[in-house]
């Protein structure tokens, strides 16, 4: 699976005190009470056959369907502290001296059906209903003082020695947990201690997940840890939890990684070796750094139900977002990958990470980043250029040498483009603010010439056909082809717009993709037709893009291209001996996202694009 990392920096980075945070984040969407119109507090989650998310509210039932929102309240008007739903489609709630499930009428609209008239007279003052389970037909409630086993619609109850704390069902056994008594197993028929149950009394246990050996792991409240294996509790190593908040919900996120909810230092996720791999919190983007509960809905995302609100982590989503600023929200206008270190250009300079590595998923590498020196202001990109990297700037052309930004020239610059294919090149174009200048290349050392002189035009865009010659486009002029002196210290500039085959004159861009010079435009990809002196809808990708607006092209080294289109991303891909002979793919977690006019895709390899 590919990563895509949007460098569209929206919200702030900050490095976690006992170690580095990973260089990127997953996405997190947050809803507050204000969205969902119920309370602040959410209880217990779950998701139905219809992939709806289901929550236990202070103010009810909440049903979101991942565009709205709606809120079923119990009669008594109660938290409701439980949810569970059924096979067949029933919700379960449980509140405070209440406990039911909704079931949808024809109309779908969701009815409520209390159980209190199955459960004996004298059982049914009871106060908040803290879990529900489910085990084939029968359906658990546990509240502090006794658990009820509802079935073919009658009762069972089953008073608490002391009381009772803890109850889930983890590899299709039922545990709960006394107060005073310690841990017991649903035998079938009634609730059976545990071998050496006691030992965690003292203390609450608020999830379960597996170890190396495959073996249950209970997690307490105080981050204390209990193995259960051969049906005897034994008390063991776990890991060293990274916080010192009390947890409050442990579960498995895949085969080998646990997320941890703690009361008030957000997620934390940990490997089975007890490794730290993220920390979640408000500093990564969580709204609230209280967690009440945790679930993973069948996508891999991981819901947060908070003390003020309810958050949705898509941990298992190929998209990351790096964030690299600990003070102030930025705009990102490109990336680089260059001698083991990830550069960003961003509207306040560069920064740069170190990196463990250059393959595999990048996106859990642990980093921090920290601004080049003597980068600040707009940096607009970079580019590797006879082995070194190129910096465009607002305040000038650098070059990135020993960890710093050097400045080669004054002039503004937008981008690089070398004169030559054959490395390394002696002359590098540079399209700046006012014209074109270049760089000359000598001994491993760049220096810079004066602009050379013509036009003073803004050049950002610029390609070099097979021909050699060199084009430009303007979003707001059209395409200018670019004629240089015999000494190559002055150009001319031909201007070509709607008179000459173009749709418009505005809004073309140049790119150099399948070893050809295109033209992205508002009506589709043209190429220039040298025999007429004229532009047409290009051969090649007319049949795939037709009219469609284009506005970025980057082709990767497998030969395939990353566009935008409008305010959407996507993915052509090529295949060859079928029908048809490509496939496009669209990102819509990006569509928005993305910097207009300065849109910048850099596939580093095929599984990390950013």
Known sequence: MRN????SISIFLSSILLGQNTISLPLIKNFSKTVYKGGSQTWGIDQD?????????NEGLLIYDGSYWKIYPLPNLTIVRSVKVAPGGKIFVGGQGEAGYFTPDPSGHLSYHSILDFIPEDQRDFADVWDIELMGESVFFRATDRIFLLNNQSVLVFPAPQEWVYMEKVDDQLFAQDKSEGLFRWSGQDWLPVDNGKQVVGDVI??????????????TFHRNAFVY?????????????????????????????????????????????????QHLSTSEGLQDN????????????????????????????????????????????????????????TNEGAYVSNLSRTSGDLSFIK??????????????????????????????????????????????????????????????????????????????????????????????????????????????????????????????????????????????????VKNRVVFATSAGIYEYNKSTDSFEPSSMLNPVFGNTPIRYLKEDEAGNLWFVSGKSAGYLSFQPNKTPSYKIAYFPEITGQILSGFENFYPFDPENVF
């Not at 895509?4 to 460098?7: A, D, E, P, V």
């Not at 056959?49 to 509210?57: I, L, P, S």
């Not at 989503?317 to 001698?339: D, H, M, Q, V």
């Open 4 to 7: 895509l990392f949007l460098i």
């Open 49 to 57: 056959k219809h992939d709806r998310m289901v929550f236990a509210n």
């Open 206 to 219: 608020h999830g379960a997940v597996k170890n190396d050996a495959n073996d249950l792991v209970f997690i």
């Open 229 to 277: 294996k051969n049906r005897i509790l034994t008390k063991t190593k776990f890991a060293d939890f990274p916080f010192k908040s009390d947890l409050v919900n442990v579960f498995s996120v895949n085969e080998n990684e646990y997320v941890l909810g703690t009361t008030a230092d957000g997620c934390w996720i940990i490997n089975r070796r007890g490794e730290i791999i």
């Open 290 to 345: 209280g967690i009440i509960c945790l679930y993973r809905d069948r996508g891999g995302n991981i819901w947060t139900g908070l003390y003020n609100g309810i958050s949705m982590i898509a941990y298992n989503a190929p998209l990351k977002f790096i964030k690299p600023s600990t003070k102030n929200e930025l705009s990102g206008y490109s990336s680089r990958i260059f001698e083991n270190k990830l550069y960003i250009a």
């Open 367 to 512: 980093g921090d980043f920290t601004q080049v020196p003597n980068s600040y202001g707009l940096a607009y990109r970079f580019d590797e250029v006879n082995k070194q990297l190129m910096m465009a700037h607002n305040e000038g052309t650098y070059i990135i040498e020993n960890g710093s930004a050097v400045k080669l020239s004054p002039d503004p610059s937008w981008t690089f483009e070398p004169a030559s294919r054959v490395f390394p090149s002696s002359k590098v174009m540079v399209g700046n603010y006012t014209g074109i200048k270049w760089l000359q290349y000598n001994k491993s050392r760049f220096f810079p010439t004066d602009n050379l002189k013509g036009i003073r035009e803004s050049f950002r865009f610029l390609a070099i056909d097979n021909d050699l010659q060199t084009w430009a486009s303007h979003p707001y002029r059209g395409v200018y082809k670019i004629n240089f002196s015999g000494d190559s210290t002055s150009f001319t500039a031909k201007l070509y717009t709607e008179k000459n085959g173009l749709p418009s004159k505005l809004d073309n861009h140049v790119f150099r």
